[in-house]
């Protein structure tokens, strides 16, 4: 028995220790590692043991191939050491302990078509879109990997030196290259933990990591790289066969720069990053909750974001607020005062996940101009994400959309080649959206009958600056309109250029202004045409309105220069007929109402049913006219609130600074107002007009808007109309009165019969009304410079008839009226009228307005207030030369603008001097209050 058991012995040493069993001992070792690390594994080298308690076993030249790339192995090493327990392979049974390796090279590979070199079949992973992780995509397959060989460390490592670690993903083209110099394992047999260190570098910047995992509780894991660190430290659980942990997660990098090299990325940011999240994994989801991020770069601009993303598979509980800020604090840019200044502060908005797409809600855009809100943009996809041989990240198949998710308004696709610097970009893109959009006050009727608008688009920066590179648009469905306009950018020529064609045509303006909801009235057909240019040096245009018959075209220079623009132009007619641009400007009234109307009852605002109009002190119209139409119709009451302060005071005032920002926000219209272009603006526009027509008396409009250093001014203008004349000019002074124009000149031929006829007063009279007036306003439109207007304006009438004579019975009495040739004759002779008046913000007031026949003087004083619905007026008529006498029918007006009562003064008044004055000169002055020229 004893020589058995010592030739048994003799042989296992032979078996163990002699070199002919070497091959045996590999296949035997290697087929052992498999098994127990769940891959490959084949041993080329020697196999060496050394007997004793415990055996060791030492291995060299060991490789784990691929399964799915043979000419690549997942991992060399150049020596594997480990001890057996000698009992144990007596029994055949091969377990292993204090692994040491040396030389390890390990390489994973992910290609462009998602295949690996780590799985069984290569296939973990599929084609993922940025709305998922790509590391989360092989879950399955990477993890099932990883554990069988975390668990096969954990229970037997104790030291790794020389170890290089690549991954290399063809897909992303992204390559990490870890060298370390050491990892050290080491076993706590009685809390079942353990510790890993090690250090060396990743893609040459320094790296250090350091590790506590505790069987199935707490656990720590510390990264140092490049100056970044990363902390994930929590606990694990098993829970009905499933491993379940809960972690924290901190991310901070000293320096974004440093992190981007390790990317090998282009150093294109420079700033501070930190992120927090708190995640759960268990094994079929990661669920990340109570995340916060924030990224403060060089130049002071900020992101943050925080909220939850849940799954990060399914991405159906996100919901991140993230807010951008593109200026720091007490450094965001003046406010704009031109299109060439706006400048984009920064934007918020909610990104939510849903059903595995992400889409950007309640997104707002803020810039030193205005604001821009969408309702919804998404849902956002990126099909693949890439880092360039030049170190760029780019974004590819990038696909956006706008609007409902069931019947998007906009859908745009393309790449974005630099994405971190936001550069070398190109989208295609459709919109789609029906009038309604624009006129959210349409009926469901209306809305059909206008129709919608169609658009292609492309906008890139293949210039080297972002750029529309193609538009086209049409509207659709609608015989109401037609509308198309072509854009196109980017010449080789002119790389900065842009042509614009723009066509509008309503055939048929009644049909139009109906299904808009307007009042029933003759409104014009209308066409426009604009065909423009814009590039570096400038914009050039020309245009062309045609109303009914009539054709007004314009043709402008926009051209810049070293600290101000420059427009030039000239706005021509051969003949415009008078009924055209009446129903042209009846229209453009019409339209503002409408639209006006359409957004009140969009956003549920009511209108001031108890406004004051301004209102003639005559009878109801019973028919528009030119003069009519060309005043605003809906002059709102002016209750004159603090004066806003723009930009434009604050710099003329001496030791103000500057606003940052304005608290109010403006609109794009605000920025192409009058005030804005003048102030900015050289200007110089001549208007031709060769023929008016379509009344009596024909006429030609010859002026020129000029405007430079801030003061801009429109004339003479040289107008006749229907035997009347207008000799104007207007002005403004944008330094010292920005928001005021002043209007000063003459007027005259204008037949007083026709006037009162056309504002419906049935009385028969004539005369020649002539007048000078100054006068200044608000220049924001016709009826705020009504409402605001402050001046002076002289009307006369050297010469005249009405017909009644009733004025000599007020001021000569009854007996004497009796006997007068004016009763035989019933009309009275007007032998002139001065009426003196002085407009202040919607208030008229007149001390001497006098009128005289050949035997009576009436002088009137009082004031007429159109903003609050007041009048006060008082009337005296008497005898020529007798101002003491007394006054038999004084007249009074009072109570309300719009509704007036008219009293009598039954039994007269009488006037006196209080100097003591009684005696008239021996000449007379006419149309002077003779009471006041008395000696």
Not at 108 to 130: C, F, K, M, P, Y
Not at 289 to 298: C, G, H, L, N
Not at 330 to 337: D, I, L, T
Not at 831 to 840: G, I, M, V, W
Request: charged share 25%.
């Amino acid at each position: 028995m004893a020589i058995t058991a010592a030739v048994l012995g003799i042989l296992f040493w032979v078996v163990i220790e002699s070199r002919a069993f070497n091959s045996w001992r590999s296949e035997l070792l290697a087929e052992a590692l498999t098994i127990q690390m769940g891959q490959q594994v084949e041993v080329e080298g020697d196999v060496s043991v050394s007997l004793g308690f415990p055996t060791r076993i030492v291995m060299t030249e060991v490789r784990i191939p691929s399964a799915t790339m043979p000419q690549v192995d997942l991992a060399q090493l150049d020596t594997l050491s480990l001890e057996a327990n000698p009992a144990e392979l007596l029994q055949g049974v091969l377990d292993f302990d204090r692994l040491r390796v040396s030389g390890l090279i390990v390489h994973l590979i992910r290609t462009e078509d998602h295949r690996n070199n780590w799985s069984q079949d290569g296939q973990g992973g599929t084609q993922v879109s940025a709305s998922q992780s790509s590391s989360t995509a092989s879950d399955s397959d990477w993890y099932g990997m990883a554990s069988d060989l975390v668990n096969f460390v954990r229970l037997r490592s104790e030291a790794f030196t020389s170890v290089q670690i690549l991954f290399e993903d063809q897909g992303t083209n992204f390559l990490f290259d870890f060298n370390l110099e050491e990892m050290t394992f080491h076993r706590d047999a009685t809390s079942q933990r353990l510790l890993v260190e090690s250090k060396g570098s990743v893609n040459t910047s320094p790296f250090k990591f350091s590790g506590d995992y505790a069987q199935n509780g707490p656990f720590t894991t510390s990264i140092a790289l490049a100056g970044t660190t990363f902390t994930y430290n929590g606990a694990s659980k098993l829970d009905k066969e499933r491993q379940i942990s809960e972690a924290q997660l901190v991310f901070d990098t000293a320096e974004i720069g440093d992190l981007l090299k390790v990317l090998k990325l282009e150093r294109s940011l420079e700033g501070h990053a930190e992120l927090r999240a708190a995640i759960r994994h268990d094994g079929n989801m990661i669920d990340i909750t109570d995340s916060t991020a924030e990224m403060v770069f060089k130049g002071g601009q900020r992101i943050a974001a925080s909220g939850r993303i849940g799954d990060l598979k399914k991405l159906d509980d996100m919901e991140v607020e993230v807010r951008v800020q593109l200026y720091p604090d007490g450094r965001q840019p003046f406010q704009a005062r031109k299109l060439s200044e706006i400048r984009v502060l920064g934007a918020e908005a909610t990104l939510i996940g849903k059903n595995g797409k992400i889409f950007v809600d309640d997104a707002t855009t803020h810039t030193n101009a205005f604001n821009y809100s969408l309702d919804e943009i998404g849902p956002i996809s990126v099909d693949r994400i890439r880092r360039t041989d030049d170190g760029h990240l780019s974004l590819s198949d990038v696909s956006i959309q706008a609007g409902p998710p069931n019947r998007p308004i906009l859908k745009a696709t393309g790449s974005i080649e630099d994405f971190l610097a936001g550069r070398s970009f190109e989208f295609d893109g459709i919109f789609s959206a029906p009038m309604t959009l624009l006129f959210p006050g349409l009926d469901d009727v209306s809305g059909v009958q206008f129709g919608g608008v169609n658009a292609e688009f492309r906008v890139d920066d293949e210039s080297g600056f972002p750029r529309l590179a193609r538009f086209s648009a049409y509207n659709v469905a609608s015989d109401l309109w037609s509308m198309t306009a072509e854009a196109q950018s980017g010449s080789d020529q002119s790389p900065k250029s842009l042509d614009l064609d723009l066509s509008v045509d309503i055939p048929d303006g009644v049909a139009f202004f109906r299904a808009l909801g307007a009042k029933e009235a003759d409104y014009s057909n209308f066409a426009l045409t604009i065909a423009g240019q814009a590039d570096q040096n400038g914009l050039a245009s020309n245009i062309e309105a045609t109303a009914g018959k009539s054709t007004l075209s314009t043709s402008l220079a926009l051209t810049r220069q070293v600290d101000r623009t420059r427009l030039d132009g000239k706005v021509t007619s051969e003949d415009v007929l008078v009924d055209d641009l009446r129903r042209a400007v009846a229209g453009i009234v019409e339209f503002n109402r409408a639209f006006s109307r359409q957004e009140a009852e969009g956003s549920g605002a009511a209108r001031d049913r108890n406004r004051v109009e301004l209102q003639p002190l005559v009878l109801p119209k019973t028919e528009a006219t030119l003069e009519e139409v060309l005043l605003d119709p809906d002059i709102l009451p002016m209750v004159l609130p603090q004066e806003e302060i723009t930009l434009e005071a604050l710099l003329a005032e001496d030791g103000v600074e500057p606003l940052i920002l304005s608290e109010r926000d403006l609109s794009i219209k605000d920025m192409l107002d009058l005030k804005t272009l003048f102030l900015h603006t050289d200007v110089d526009v001549a208007i031709e007009i060769e023929k008016i027509s379509g009344v009596h008396g024909v006429t030609r409009i010859s002026s020129v808007l000029e405007a430079t250093g801030g003061k801009a001014s429109l004339g003479p203008v040289n107008f006749k109309y229907g035997g009347g004349f207008i000799d104007a000019e207007a002005s403004m002074d944008l330094l010292n009165s920005p928001d005021k124009v002043r209007v000063k000149g003459s007027t005259g031929g204008w037949d007083i019969g026709k006037i009162l006829a056309s504002l419906g007063k049935d009385v028969t009279a004539n005369g020649v009304l002539n007048g000078n007036f100054d006068l200044s306003g608000s220049q924001k439109s016709t009826g705020k410079f009504l409402n605001s207007m402050r001046g002076d304006v002289a009307l006369r009438i050297s010469s005249g008839s009405i017909a009644t004579s009733l004025i000599e019975l007020a001021g000569m009495g009854i007996l004497p009226w009796l006997f007068s040739e004016e009763r035989r004759q019933r009309y009275t002779r007007i032998e002139c009228l001065e009426a003196p008046l002085r407009f202040d913000a919607g208030k008229v007031s007149f001390k001497n307005l006098v009128m005289e026949t050949g035997k009576v003087q009436l002088v009137a004083r009082g004031d007429m207030d159109w903003v609050r619905d007041a009048i006060s007026v008082r009337a005296e008529p008497r005898a020529i030369g007798r101002p003491l006498s007394r006054s038999p029918w004084p007249i009074t007006i009072a109570g309300r603008l719009s509704d007036p009562k008219f009293k009598l003064l039954i039994g007269g008044v009488r006037a006196s001097r209080s100097d003591g004055a009684t005696q008239m000169p021996s000449r007379r002055t006419r149309c002077v209050p003779d009471i006041l020229q008395l000696q």
